[in-house]
């Protein structure tokens, strides 16, 4: 079977470093961290007080009163991402068979801020189920997917994925197979989320997941650090366009890079918990290496899922090394979830958008927050730690995992 080749030829986000790609980029390369206290409810009651939200969002910016109506936060920040990344593209739909233009959308959880708003309303009410019509097709996963489809006309093949913290990287790693497979010439994806609520900081604060360094959130998240103490809860989106080589080059579009290999798999181990050796992470590692037909020595590059929790970030490191031996003490290491946050679904999105501008600049951003290595992670490895560097990169990797043992690796090649 003749296997179509992938580019990325447009990007677009908003998250806690940046309302568009450029504004996010630049913050990253920086070492600047999106969090702060949490403005989105009264959080004083809670062990965990601060959070990566999206600074000064005014929704009325970009969508009209009646359309607002129709969107939880998770699918307004999918459908700006979307607007600036179609934008960016410049892909002439109007020109195009939109049946084989598609959307393949991440989350991990949907619209948790409609689920919470309509329960507290029939909880503290009179005891009649009053509900908004709006309240199931606002809340539900999918939604996202169908409105950038239905905004843009998009007939090609349309979904969810749904794995947690590798629901946008699935999403991507899907997208790529439809189009290798010759369903779609190009497509939509990427991740969206906004769980910052009563209900989501709850939550996570009694698994004791997020950290609770109120007294100075901006340090907070501080991935392979000794002192880290959990994630940083962050929302926002990012999306992708995605495009079969051949369709891209006829029309001449900025190819910022291509996908040249993918992996999936599961740890089959914990609800929660990654394998404590990294045998996950490993294998899928070297998934997609295989599936790119590339050298252990090829990669140069890696931004890991790296959360600042304890589990993970000492079996991310241990698979890396595993899987890559003597070249792993060459690789060049970061995370940039230490200025970001973590944005659950949507983390992988926004990680990919990361490496592939790393790619174009041949500058990897910062893990910031470091002082010390946790002693259980191997000091050979090269860690960009608390400043930028510049790096001779042709071929870097992002991985993501996520609760349930869900894996996903996507390997990015420098652009032509």
């Given at each position: 079977?003749?296997?179509?080749?992938?580019?990325?030829?447009?990007?677009?986000?908003?998250?806690?470093?940046?309302?568009?790609?450029?504004?996010?980029w630049?913050?990253?390369?920086?070492?600047?961290?999106?969090?702060?206290?949490?403005?989105?409810?009264?959080a004083?009651?809670?062990?965990?007080?601060?959070?990566?939200?999206?600074?000064?969002?005014?929704?009325?910016?970009?969508?009209?009163r009646?359309?607002?109506?129709?969107?939880?936060?998770?699918?307004?920040?999918?459908?700006?991402?979307?607007?600036?990344?179609?934008?960016?593209?410049?892909?002439?739909?109007?020109n195009?068979?939109?049946?084989?233009?598609?959307?393949?959308?991440?989350?991990?959880?949907g619209?948790?801020?409609?689920?919470v708003d309509?329960?507290?309303?029939?909880?503290?009410?009179?005891g009649?189920?009053?509900?908004?019509?709006?309240?199931i097709?606002?809340?539900?996963?999918?939604?996202?997917?169908?409105?950038?489809s239905?905004?843009?006309?998009?007939?090609?093949?349309n979904?969810?994925?749904?794995?947690a913290?590798?629901?946008?990287?699935?999403a991507?790693?899907?997208?790529?197979?439809?189009?290798?497979?010759?369903y779609?010439?190009?497509?939509?994806?990427?991740?969206?989320?906004?769980?910052?609520?009563?209900?989501?900081?709850?939550?996570?604060?009694?698994?004791?997941?997020i950290s609770?360094?109120?007294?100075?959130?901006k340090?907070?998240?501080?991935?392979?650090?000794?002192?880290?103490?959990?994630?940083?809860?962050?929302?926002?989106?990012?999306a992708?366009i995605?495009?079969e080589?051949?369709?891209?080059?006829?029309?001449?579009?900025?190819?910022?890079?291509?996908?040249?290999?993918?992996?999936?798999?599961?740890?089959?181990?914990?609800?929660?918990?990654?394998?404590?050796?990294?045998?996950?992470?490993k294998?899928?590692?070297?998934?997609?290496?295989?599936?790119?037909?590339?050298?252990l020595?090829?990669?140069?590059?890696?931004?890991?899922?790296?959360?600042?929790?304890?589990?993970?970030?000492?079996?991310?490191?241990?698979a890396?090394?595993a899987?890559?031996?003597?070249?792993?003490y060459?690789?060049?290491i970061?995370?940039?979830?230490?200025?970001?946050?973590?944005?659950?679904?949507?983390?992988?999105?926004?990680?990919?958008?990361?490496?592939?501008l790393?790619?174009?600049?041949?500058?990897?951003?910062?893990?910031?927050?470091?002082?010390e290595?946790?002693?259980?992670?191997?000091?050979?490895?090269?860690?960009?730690?608390?400043?930028?560097?510049?790096?001779?990169?042709?071929?870097?990797?992002?991985n993501?995992?996520?609760?349930?043992?869900?894996?996903?690796?996507?390997l990015?090649?420098?652009?032509?």
């Open positions: 079977m003749n296997i179509r080749r992938v580019v990325v030829t447009g990007m677009g986000t908003i998250n806690p470093c940046g309302h568009n790609a450029k504004e996010t630049d913050n990253l390369v920086n070492g600047v961290s999106g969090a702060a206290p949490i403005t989105r409810f009264d004083s009651n809670f062990k965990t007080q601060f959070a990566c939200e999206v600074k000064d969002y005014d929704a009325n910016k970009y969508f009209d009646k359309e607002l109506r129709k969107h939880d936060f998770y699918s307004q920040f999918a459908m700006i991402s979307a607007d600036e990344a179609i934008a960016d593209s410049k892909l002439d739909l109007e195009m068979d939109r049946d084989r233009v598609g959307v393949i959308w991440g989350a991990g959880i619209g948790l801020q409609t689920f309509e329960i507290g309303s029939w909880a503290t009410g009179d009649q189920p009053r509900f908004s019509p709006f309240f097709p606002k809340m539900i996963a999918n939604i996202a997917a169908g409105h950038i239905i905004k843009y006309n998009l007939r090609g093949p979904f969810t994925t749904v794995s913290c590798a629901s946008s990287t699935h991507i790693v899907d997208a790529v197979n439809y189009i290798r497979l010759g779609a010439d190009a497509m939509v994806t990427g991740g969206s989320e906004a769980a910052i609520d009563e209900a989501g900081v709850g939550g996570f604060n009694s698994m004791k997941a609770t360094r109120n007294d100075d959130p340090a907070a998240s501080r991935p392979f650090d000794k002192d880290r103490d959990g994630f940083v809860m962050a929302e926002g989106g990012a992708l995605l495009e080589y051949e369709h891209a080059k006829a029309r001449g579009a900025n190819i910022y890079a291509e996908i040249i290999g993918v992996g999936l798999n599961a740890d089959a181990h914990h609800m929660t918990a990654p394998h404590p050796e990294g045998e996950g992470a294998k899928v590692m070297m998934m997609a290496m295989n599936d790119a037909g590339v050298k020595e090829d990669v140069d590059h890696i931004n890991t899922h790296g959360t600042s929790t304890g589990l993970g970030d000492v079996a991310e490191p241990k890396i090394v899987t890559f031996g003597e070249h792993a060459k690789l060049k970061n995370s940039t979830k230490s200025m970001t946050g973590h944005l659950l679904g949507a983390a992988g999105a926004l990680e990919s958008m990361a490496t592939i790393a790619l174009r600049d041949q500058v990897i951003p910062p893990t910031i927050n470091f002082n290595l946790d002693p259980e992670i191997d000091p050979k490895l090269q860690f960009v730690f608390n400043k930028a560097e510049k790096a001779d990169i042709k071929i870097a990797m992002t993501n995992f996520g609760f349930g043992g869900h894996n996903a690796t996507i990015f090649k420098k652009a032509e």
